[in-house]
């Protein structure tokens, strides 16, 4: 079973950018990788270069992982099973 991780509580690391869209991208998305965009009930799967923005939601299952590149340039690994 999968658990899920709540972009928005990623971007509270800087209060730097007060006011401004914070934008993340996914990189090195291995294994299945969700994202569930704001507003939506839909989880779609991850890639590469998706851009996920406060409010998305992600989630990985076993064996799964993806490192999330904040707008700043600062990195956050999510392993297996991260909701």
């Not at 999968?2 to 294994?31: C, E, M, W």
């Not at 965009?37 to 998305?56: C, F, N, Q, T």
């Amino acid at each position: 079973m999968a658990t899920s991780i709540a972009v928005g509580l990623v971007f509270l690391y800087s209060s730097s950018f007060a006011g401004k869209t914070r934008v993340a991208t996914l990189n090195n998305v291995k294994g299945t990788v969700s994202v569930k965009k704001a507003g939506s009930a839909e989880w779609v799967p991850g890639s590469d270069r998706m851009e996920v923005k406060e409010g998305d939601e992600l989630k990985t299952e076993g064996g799964s992982s993806a490192i999330i590149k904040m707008d700043d340039g600062s990195m956050v690994k999510i392993g297996p099973l991260a909701k």
